[in-house]
C-alpha cells in the first residue's frame, strides 16, 4: 500500500475511480495510480471544455452574465469572468498558452496590466492584490511562468506587502467604503503598518508557489509562515473573516482553504513535520466516511461534473504529496 493511504482510515481509491468525469478520472489515474494516461490534449476534446471554448468572444474574453453597472463596468465583469473560465479550462482540462484560446484569453488579460504590473478594473480603480495574483497563478499554469510580465506583476506583489510581510486588501488597510474609492483616479496606498489578511495572503501565495524562481524565497517562506500562524483562526478584516471558511472548499481554488493552503506550501518548502500542517492533516483524517470519501461544504463550482469527487481527488493528492 502506498504510504499515503496509510495516513487515512479508508482507501479513497474505489469511490474515486467510479467518477463519470473523464477529465477528473485522467488525473486520477496520472497522479494517484501513476499510470500512462497519454497526452492531456485528450482533455481539450471533451463536451465540457468545448462547451466553454464556444462561448469565447472574439477578444478572448468570456461575456459576464449580468452584474450591477454601478459596481464595475461590463469590461471589467468580462475580465472576472475570464479568469474564471481560464481557471475552468486550465486546472479541469489541463488546457496550456499552445492553445489558440489559451492564447487570446492571456491577451485579453494582459490588457488589464497597468504599468506597475497590477491588474486593474475588478477593484475599480484600486489596488486588488488577490485577483492581481490569482490571473498570475493561472498564466503560469498555463505556461507563462518566464513572460515579462509575469515578472512584472510578481514584483509588484512584492512591493505592496503589508510591514509584516504578508497581503491585504488596501481599501480595508484604510478603512475606506468601496463605493466611495472604487472609481477614484489614484489608488489607495497600502497602509502597511495594518496586520496581514490570511485570505488575501493565501491566494497571493498561489501565484509565487508555482514559480520556480520565486517559490523558495524567504519573502515567500515567511508569508507562508504567516498563513500557517492563522490556520483554524478568525482573519482579521470583514471580507469572509469567520474561521469557518478554512473548511469551505472551492476548485479550481478562488479563496484560501486548508486545501488550497496546503497545495503552495508544498511547493514553498514546507513538510508535514510543520505542526500547522500535521493538524491541517488530522482534521482531513477525522472527516473521512466509512466509504472513503469526504463530505465536505463546498463553494462554488456547481456546473462541474462530480464536483465533490474532484475535492476528493485533491484531498488525496494532498496526502501524496506530504507522505511520499
Not at 24 to 44: A, M, N, P, T
Not at 109 to 135: C, H, M, V, W
Not at 224 to 231: D, H, T
Amino acid at each position: 500500500m502506498d504510504e499515503w493511504k496509510k495516513q487515512i482510515k479508508f482507501d479513497p481509491i474505489p469511490p474515486l475511480i467510479l467518477t463519470k468525469s473523464k477529465a477528473l478520472s485522467y488525473f486520477i489515474r496520472y497522479d494517484l495510480l501513476e499510470e500512462d494516461v497519454g497526452s492531456l490534449k485528450q482533455l481539450w476534446e471533451l463536451d465540457g471544455a468545448q462547451k466553454i471554448l464556444k462561448k469565447q468572444q472574439m477578444d478572448g474574453s468570456w461575456k459576464y452574465p449580468g452584474g450591477k453597472k454601478d459596481m464595475r463596468s461590463q469590461e471589467n465583469y468580462d475580465q472576472l469572468e475570464t479568469y474564471r473560465q481560464l481557471g475552468f479550462l486550465v486546472e479541469i482540462y489541463g488546457f496550456n498558452n499552445t492553445h489558440a484560446s489559451i492564447k487570446n484569453a492571456a491577451e485579453f488579460l494582459y490588457s488589464f496590466q497597468t504599468d506597475e504590473g497590477d491588474f486593474r478594473g475588478i477593484y475599480g480603480n484600486q489596488y486588488s492584490p488577490n485577483y492581481s495574483a490569482g490571473i498570475l497563478e493561472l498564466l503560469i499554469k498555463a505556461g507563462h511562468q518566464n513572460d515579462i510580465r509575469i515578472e512584472k506583476g510578481l514584483k509588484w506583489l512584492l512591493s505592496v506587502r503589508q510591514d509584516d510581510g504578508g497581503w491585504a486588501v488596501p481599501i480595508r488597510t484604510n478603512n475606506a467604503k468601496w463605493q466611495e474609492v472604487m472609481n477614484s483616479k489614484e489608488p489607495l496606498q497600502p497602509n502597511r503598518v495594518k496586520t496581514f489578511s490570511y485570505m488575501i495572503t493565501g491566494v497571493v501565495l498561489r501565484a509565487f508557489a508555482i514559480h520556480p524562481k520565486y517559490q523558495k524565497s524567504p519573502e515567500i517562506k515567511l508569508a507562508g509562515e504567516l498563513l500557517l500562524s492563522r490556520f483554524f483562526e478568525d482573519d482579521k478584516y470583514p471580507d469572509r473573516r469567520d474561521k469557518s471558511y478554512w473548511t469551505k472548499f472551492t476548485f479550481p481554488f478562488w479563496f484560501t482553504d486548508l486545501l488550497s493552503s496546503l497545495d503552495s506550501l508544498y511547493f514553498i518548502g514546507f513538510t508535514k513535520k510543520h505542526p500547522k500542517i500535521e493538524k491541517a492533516m488530522e482534521w482531513f483524517k477525522s472527516k473521512q466516511e466509512d466509504d472513503g470519501t469526504w463530505n465536505l461544504k463546498l463553494l462554488k463550482g456547481a456546473k462541474i461534473e462530480d464536483y465533490k469527487l474532484w475535492i476528493n481527488y485533491l484531498i488525496c493528492k494532498t496526502f501524496k504529496r506530504y507522505f511520499f
